[in-house]
C-alpha cells in the first residue's frame, strides 16, 4: 500500500508537477481513501522521498555495530548506504532530482532530511571521540564534511542521468575527506595531543625511509605537501 | 518601518509563541497595515531573521574584494560576518536561537539559511579552485566543513547566553579547519599536485630545523602526528 501510494504520487508529479497535485488526486489514483495517504506520509513531500527514514534506521543500526573501526571510515562507510538507496533505483532517482530542482519546496525538504544524516552520523562521531579536546567540535565538522563530499559524488552521477558508475563518484570524493581526516586511533580526525608511535620505529622494521628537513616554524600545510611529494601521492 | 516590524513580530512571538502569532496581529502592534508587512517580509519567518539577506550580500562584497588572499583564510573570514551580525545584538540572537529550538518551521527556515551561506563560500572556492583537479568537491568540502565549525563556535556563544567571547569560540572552531584545510597556494585546500618551495630551502634562510624519518608506505596521519609532535603542536 505505501509503495502503491508513493508510485502513484510520484508519476502525477511527473505527469502534472508537485504543486498541482493534490492529496486527493493521489489517492484517487492509487484507488484507496483519504486518510490511507495520511497513515504512510506526514505530507506531500514524504511521498516523494519515501526512503530515507528506512536509511536513516539503516545507517544508525550500521553506526552501532561499528564501534570497533576507525571512526571516519565508519561514518564514510555509513554515508554509502545512501548511495546505495539510490543506486538501487537509477531511473526514479535520476527523475526525482531533476523534479527537486524545480520545486522549492522538495529542496528545503532535502535539506531537512540531508541534516537529520548529519546529525546522526556527527552523534556516532561524538560519542567516538568523546573525552578528547575539542571532539563536538571535530565530530560535526568530519560528518558535515562526509555528507558534502558524499553528495557531490551523488550529484555528479545523478547529473550524467544515472549512466556512470555511481560507487565511484562517492568513492572518490569520500577518498578526499578520509585522506585529510582518516585516522586509525589517532591523525586528524583521531585523538589529538596523543602521542603516536614514533614512526622511526616503523621505520626500522620496513625498511624503506624517507627523511624530511622542515623549519620550526613551517606551516603545516607546506610540511605535508613536501610529505606528500616524497611519499609519491603529490 | 522594517525594523519597527521585526521587532512588533519578535515581541509577539516570544510573548504568545511563533504559530499563535498572526501577520494581522503584527501589523497591528506596529501600526501599521497589513500590506506593509509583505512589502518588507515574505513570510513570518523572514521577519524572526531579518538581517540575513544583508548578511549574505556583505558576505558576497567581501568575497568579490578577497582574490588575492588564501581561499580558505578568505571564507573563514566571510563566515565570520554572520558570527558579527549575531554578536552585535546578543540579547536578541540568544532569544532568538531559544525561540528557534522550539518551532520546527523556523529550524527549516534557519537550515535553508545556513545553505545559503554555504553555497556563497563554495562559490567563491569553486572559482578560485577552478581548473585545479577535484577543484568543485573540495570547494563543497571545505565550504561544508567551515560552515560546521563556524555553527559550533557561534552555538557554543549562544548556549552560553551570550555571556563569553563570541569570537573566540569561533575563532577556535575555524582555527581547526585552517589547521586541516588552509593554504598559501598550495596545501590540501589549495593546489594538490603542485610542487611547493622545498622545505628545505627554508631551513637554510630561518635556521631551526627538525629531522623526521619515516616509512615510505606510513599513513599520512602518522607522519602528521609526528611533525606536529615535533613542532609542538600536537
Known amino acids: 500500500m505505501r509503495e502503491v501510494l508513493a508510485e502513484a504520487a510520484f508519476q502525477l508529479f511527473l505527469e502534472r508537477g508537485f504543486e498541482q497535485t493534490t492529496v ?13 495517504f495520511f ?15 528506512r ?11 561499528a564501534e570497533d573501526e576507525d571512526p571516519v571510515a565508519a561514518v564514510c562507510d555509513a554515508a554509502r548506504l ?8 537509477p531511473e526514479f532517482s535520476v527523475q526525482r532530482y531533476r523534479l527537486t530542482r524545480e520545486v522549492p519546496g ?12 548529519e546529525r546522526t552520523l556527527a552523534g556516532y ?18 560528518a558535515a564534511a562526509v555528507v558534502a563530499a558524499h553528495n ?23 577518498g578526499l ?6 585516522s586509525g586511533a589517532g591523525g586528524a580526525g583521531g585523538v589529538r595531543g596523543q602521542a603516536p608511535a614514533p614512526v622511526s620505529e616503523q621505520a626500522a622494521a620496513e625498511g624503506e625511509v624517507i627523511v624530511i628537513v622542515a623549519p620550526k616554524g613551517a606551516p603545516m600545510w607546506r610540511v605535508v605537501q613536501s610529505i606528500e611529494s616524497a611519499l609519491g601521492e603529490g
Chains 1, 2 share one sequence.
Not at 497513515?39 to 527514514?53: C, G, T, W
Not at 545512501?82 to 533505483?89: C, D, H, Q, S, W
Not at 575527506?177 to 582518516?182: A, F, I, L, Y
Request: neutral net charge.
Open 82 to 89: 545512501v548511495l546505495r538507496m539510490y543506486a538501487a533505483n
Open 39 to 53: 497513515r504512510y506520509f506526514p505530507s506531500k513531500e514524504d511521498a516523494v522521498f519515501p526512503d530515507h527514514d
Open 152 to 174: 557531490n559524488g551523488l550529484r555528479t552521477w545523478l547529473r550524467s542521468g544515472g549512466a556512470d558508475d555511481p560507487e565511484a563518484a562517492v568513492d572518490h570524493a569520500l
Open 125 to 142: 562521531l561524538r560519542a567516538r571521540y568523546a573525552g578528547t579536546p575539542d571532539g563536538g567540535l571535530r565530530a560535526e565538522v568530519i
Open 177 to 182: 575527506v578520509r585522506e585529510v581526516w582518516g
Open 106 to 117: 522538495l529542496r528545503t525538504y532535502e535539506l531537512s532530511v540531508v541534516r537529520r544524516y
Open 55 to 65: 536509511c536513516l534506521a539503516d545507517m544508525t543500526a550500521y553506526l552501532d555495530a
Open 24 to 36: 486527493d488526486d493521489i489517492v484517487a489514483r492509487a484507488g484507496v481513501g483519504r486518510r490511507s
